[in-house]
């Protein structure tokens, strides 16, 4: 019954330069957990997906969401998804 | 995790559960589901050789037990480390996916027990019928269950655990680029 929760968190914490094992301690999960919410195991219950979205100083809802994510240089650079698809 | 209600107990039994010596025999699926087998055997074994000993009177069962004994220690910490105590810890020394996991086997193990208890009742009743003392079985089915129902959590869990991919920016790495 659970929904796909999508979340960027695996991009965010590379962008940021910090370990699991630093995110779980501060948050106060164990790590492997991190990783199973990087892989859409696991969908965080909303006080852990805060306390996440606190520790990185980001809106809950830059991290996490019902829709998959752009990418982040299509955000950036204003580059839709057909436009993509269609130069390629 | 609730680090702060954690007592030294939770502590110490956490980092002893996290502790690494046993990672290569969690690497792989295929290692795992090797070292479940091997602690059903050892089981198997060991209870077999304790049912000689009590119900059979025989003396070399006692010794088999023994020697089963360290080796079913060191197979059960491997499966402990593989699971990272998800049945061992208190539940305030595991985080909330910890505890759904623990929630999901428990409620798997149950399932199977309920088909394991159906097969000991039937079986038992069957030979019953064919001409065997059922009343001479009872116990030994009894301890049979009994140790399943006990073991049966840290097999499924055991074999539930999932693959574990490397971290790119370890603690050392991010401290580094720091």
């Known amino acids: 019954m659970s929904e796909q929760v999508h979340n960027r968190l695996a991009v ?7 370990s699991r094992q630093s995110l779980a301690e501060a948050v106060g999960v164990h790590y492997q957990t991190i990783g199973y919410i990087e892989r859409g195991q696991y969908n965080p219950s909303l006080d852990l997906a805060l306390k996440i979205a606190r520790y990185f100083g980001l809106p809950v809802e830059a991290l996490f969401s019902l829709e998959p994510f752009r990418p982040l240089t299509d955000e950036l650079y204003g580059r839709d998804q057909e436009t993509w698809r269609s130069s390629r | 995790m609730a680090q702060q209600q954690m007592t030294s107990y939770d ?7 996290n502790r ?4 290569p025999f969690r690497r792989s699926a295929a290692r795992r589901r090797a070292v479940v087998c091997a602690h059903i055997a050892l089981t198997a074994g060991a209870v077999t050789a304790w049912l000689a000993t009590v119900v059979g ?21 491997i499966l402990n480390g593989t699971t990272r105590g998800l049945l061992e810890l208190r539940p305030r020394a595991l985080d909330e996916r910890q ?4 929630d999901r086997v428990r409620a798997r193990a149950q399932q199977i027990m309920l088909w394991l208890l159906l097969a000991a ?3 038992t009743g069957v030979a019953g019928f064919a001409g065997v003392e ?15 129902h006990w ?3 840290l097999w499924v869990a055991g074999l539930s655990v999932r693959d574990e991919p490397a971290d790119e920016f370890t603690d050392e790495a991010a401290d580094a680029l720091a």
């Open chain 2, 11 to 17: 502590r110490r039994m956490h980092a002893l559960m």
């Open chain 2, 151 to 153: 073991l049966l959590p």
């Open chain 2, 57 to 77: 009177e025989s003396g070399w069962g006692v010794l088999v037990m023994f020697g089963l004994l360290i080796p079913w220690c060191v197979a059960t910490g």
């Open chain 2, 121 to 123: 009742v039937v079986g």
């Open chain 2, 99 to 102: 505890r759904a996991e623990r």
């Open chain 1, 12 to 18: 965010v914490r590379a962008e940021r330069k910090v």
């Open chain 2, 134 to 148: 059922a009343e001479a079985l009872v116990f030994q089915v009894m301890f049979c269950a009994f140790v399943t």
């Open chain 2, 20 to 23: 690494t010596e046993a990672a």
